[in-house]
């Protein structure tokens, strides 16, 4: 019993050392080698020595013929390894045909060579595998050796693009800073020098030196508006209330001064609390619309409605100037295109409605 159990893991080792696995023929094996067992165990007197017999010479055949196919397969497309395990099979094989024919009285002799031939095809079996565990260690270690070359390549690799990445960025925040300043300029400076020049034509000659003093010092205020903004974004929120209120009071003045009637209606705007970016970002929204009124539009009467509730901020800019020009349908100016891009910012809508006697700017934010 022991034998046929040596056989049949025998069987299965010269397959898997083929790298074949064939499921039905290994049960099938297995399943004789089970019923051979039972039936050893059940059979008595001279049943078991003919029985014996037979299961030995079946199991030496076994033996035989799984040796000379793996000697076949390793001469015509084995490896290296498989090949010298062939060489010793085939003399394994060789001894069992030896002690074969001494079991079966064929030859005269009682000098066995099958219990020689296998312990060398053990130790030969054991060989190959330390072989093979050395050389699949080799492998591993020569695997990790190019992992490690590979995670340093990718890893300089990662610096490089992550320097690039980040030269880009500083590029891109330069030009984003010098973009918004060029809009600050446009939207913030401009526009109170437009609306003092406007204010300068319009009075006399002999304007008093505080009049002309003050205008200066509203260039001088906007100026340091536009300077101290990037420093102010570091604090936090506030209220758009305290942010309109010297906004408010000039921007009515240098009205008041252009001979347009300004009324301001706002609602819930104490309850409104913006970073100081984005309170910036509207208050230069307000300052160009009414630079326009105050350059464009001839108007004489002007309102500026803010209401803030339930988290929506609408600002309504409302003339009743001459409207926009025909010629100017479907054009945009730089001053209206600072405006759509500094509400997209914002994560608003910009909408703008003209006609003669009648012209309106809403922006609308929501989720504040």
Known sequence: MCLMVFNGAFTLFVLRFSGRHWPRYERVV?????????????TRGESLATLRVALSTVQTLHYIAVSLAFTVFAVRRGRIDQRILALFLALAVAAAIHDTLLFVGILNDNLYLSPLSVLVEMVCMALILGWQFVTNLRRIERFNTELKLGIEQARGELTQ???????????????????????DLHDGLGGTLVS?????????????????????????????????????????????????????????????????DC????????????????????????????????????????????WHRQGELRLTVRDNGAGFPPDMAGREGTGLRSMRARVGRLGGTLDIASAPGATTVTVILKDL
Not at 31 to 36: D, F, G, P, S
Not at 221 to 229: G, K, W
């Open 30 to 42: 297995w399943a004789c080698i089970a019923l051979a067992c039972a039936a050893l165990c059940v």
């Open 161 to 183: 693009t992550l320097q690039r990445q980040h030269e880009l960025e500083i590029a891109n925040t330069r030009l984003a800073a010098r973009l918004n300043l060029a809009h």
């Open 196 to 260: 003092s020049i406007v204010t300068l034509e319009r009075t006399p000659q002999d304007m008093p030196a505080a009049r002309f003093l003050g205008v200066l010092k509203e260039l001088r205020d906007d100026l340091r508006i536009i300077i101290d903004s990037p420093t102010n974004q570091q604090y936090g929120a506030t209220t758009l209330e305290s942010q309109l209120s010297p906004f408010r009071h000039r921007l009515t003045r240098q009205f008041e001064a252009g001979d347009i």
């Open 263 to 306: 009324a301001w209606h706002l609602d819930g705007i104490d309850t409104c609390a913006l970073p100081p970016a984005s309170s910036l970002e509207l208050m230069r929204v307000l300052q160009e619309a009414l630079t326009n009124v105050f350059r464009h539009s001839r108007a004489s009467r002007l309102e500026i409605d803010m």
